[in-house]
Nanobody
Framework: QVQVVESGGGLVQAGGSLRLSCAASGIILSFRAVSWYRQAPGKERELVVSISSGGYTDYADFVKGRFTISRDNAKNTAYLQMNSLKPEDTAVYYC?????GGQGTQVTVSS
């Protein structure tokens, strides 16, 4: 049974940082593409970044230079390091591994 669990969200002031985690079980992260999405209230879910099994990354323009995706294969966990956060980054962030996703983690950035 595949499980994906996001964590690490919280409340942070503008300009601050958070690191989100995406822990997977029942599936080997290093063999799969991993994506982070987000959905703000009243808005469509949007892709933030993805990383292929080969390590190729693709960032949305609105996070380039601020967010970094990574994987720790030993822990079967992916991360999203978010720096220079803005109020418009406020959303529920979801991780997807080969189509499997979790419940998301709330990120709130205050101005």
């Amino acid at each position: 049974q595949v499980q994906v669990v996001e964590s690490g969200g919280g409340l942070v002031q503008a300009g601050g940082s958070l690191r989100l985690s995406c822990a997977a079980s029942g599936i080997i992260l290093s063999f799969r593409a991993v994506s982070w999405y987000r959905q703000a209230p009243g808005k469509e879910r949007e892709l933030v970044v993805s990383i292929s099994s080969g390590g190729y990354t693709d960032y949305a323009d609105f996070v380039k230079g601020r967010f970094t995706i990574s994987r720790d294969n030993a822990k079967n966990t992916a991360y999203l390091q978010m720096n220079s956060l803005k109020p418009e980054d406020t959303a529920v962030y979801y991780c997807s591994v080969n189509g499997f996703g979790g419940q998301g983690t709330q990120v709130t950035v205050s101005s």
